[in-house]
């Protein structure tokens, strides 16, 4: 009966929209998937520019919960101003596909970013969702740290709390910290791989 | 206060949509769920357990999480404040149902669910009233996701001998409900897995029960693609169910879950703990 909707509906969907992973999603230790998109002053960008750098990749969603805890805390301004600062490359990604949740035109965004103080180093758009997809990125946040070779060192959740309270922040494990402290210091990463958590992405 | 009146409320709560508040619930609503605190007795004994359910009604096309939610999203959460002596068991989670969100897919509940506590007193109880208070957070989604949370408490008489008779109907059938829609733990049911290649599989002996379909729904979120169909093959009363393992995922030490099935129009699981098994050979490597 109930059952039968929710089923129902997951067959429609299934049928009109490729499952993310379906594909060969990037294995930690192999190249990250090469992409080009533009960011939101027009500029592309792609993964190739910043080979020898340390990139992150951060999908983003300012109106997720999770995103905002994120946010409206200044943790992950604070870790991207941080990290810039040591010259690693941020690139926050948007996969909201137009009409959904956190499609915004770039100057809704550009106004968002400042007023949160974000600090990455460029905020690309993928609407349509294919970098989303060849990186199996399912959630926002959804973290990946690349090396300065271009191999994908670390996917997952930006920490080990999978809530949308502020106060978890606090005594939180930070996965993308301490990923890129290993791997920048010449370590091997100690946590590759979390399960990322939020708000799914809107493909 | 007994039969006559006890029928008239009956009927009166039959004619309505929703259930009606017992005078013990508790309950709080936000804008796409209502969340009620019920307790299934209406006096309490020392160190006899007792059941307590959280009921979840989401407005038409939200839904709420499952234990693992999934691709995304976030399971429901109850942190009890208990008298002291008193415990409460791990929350018991109704039977998941899959949907499908934008090429990913999540596991959670639709229209209404019913979680159940074991609470137990403890083994020196004094005559008195005893406060059970449950700090409840979940997250509501349809499209968009929006955190929920709520502070429910129920307060309850220690008064030996009282038992669960005078139970409403209402609560009786909300609970009878709840048991009916949770996983069975079935001795019966034999389970391992392993892993091939890119596939998690899992194999499962009986019981008879089983049937098609037949779909997994694994207990720790990151190790199967929540989204990629499930391919079931039977032999005699053995069934394997094989995953899409995702990218980077751990092969599991020990695989928990529950296996759902149907029954008529019923959906019907067994809760698996499945042990690492031996590493399949191929079927053409065994066949020479």
Known sequence: MKAQTLVRAAALLALSLPAVGTGADPVIGSPAPAFTLPDTAGRTHSLADYKGKWVVLEWVNYDCPFVGKHYNSGSMPALQKEYTGKGVVWLAVNSSAPGKQGNFTSDVIQSRSSRYGAAHSAYLLDPAGTVGRAYGAKTTPHMYVISPAGALVYAGGIDDRPTTDVADIQGAKNHVRAALDEAMAGKPVTTPVATPYGCSVKY | ?288
């Open chain 2, 1 to 288: 206060m007994k039969s006559l009146p006890a029928f008239a409320a009956w009927s009166l709560l039959a004619a309505l949509p929703a259930p009606r508040a017992t005078a013990l619930e508790a309950s709080a609503s936000t804008a796409n769920v209502k969340v009620r605190l019920v307790p299934e007795v209406l006096s309490i004994e020392a160190g006899k357990p007792f059941s307590v359910a959280l009921h979840m009604r989401m407005a038409p096309l939200w839904h709420t999480y499952w234990k693992n939610p999934g691709d995304s999203g976030m399971p429901t959460r109850i942190v009890w404040t208990l008298p002291d002596g008193f415990k409460a068991s791990e929350l018991r989670w109704p039977i998941p149902m899959r949907a499908a969100d934008g090429g990913l897919a999540l596991y959670g509940y639709e229209h209404e669910a019913t979680f159940l506590t074991e609470i137990t007193p403890g083994a020196d109880l004094p005559k008195g009233r005893f406060t059970l208070a449950a700090k409840v957070t979940w997250l509501e989604c349809k499209d968009i996701c929006i955190p929920g949370k709520a502070d429910l408490d129920v307060t309850l008489k220690s008064a030996p001998g009282m038992g669960r008779a005078a139970l409403d109907p209402a609560s009786k059938a909300l609970f009878a409900a709840a048991r009916a829609a949770m996983p069975r733990a079935s001795e019966a049911v034999k389970a391992s897995h392993s892993v091939e290649g890119g596939r998690l599989i899992l194999t499962v002996a009986g019981p008879p029960s089983l049937g098609s379909p037949l779909e997994f729904f694994p207990d720790t979120a990151g190790l199967i693609e929540a989204a990629e169909p499930q391919t079931v093959a039977r032999a005699g009363t053995t069934w394997t169910v094989s995953m899409k393992r995702a990218a980077n995922a751990p092969a599991p030490m020990s695989l928990g879950g529950v296996l759902v099935t149907r029954s008529g129009s019923r959906r019907l699981a067994f809760e698996i703990s499945a042990a690492p098994g031996p590493q399949k050979k191929p079927a053409t490597s065994q066949a020479k």
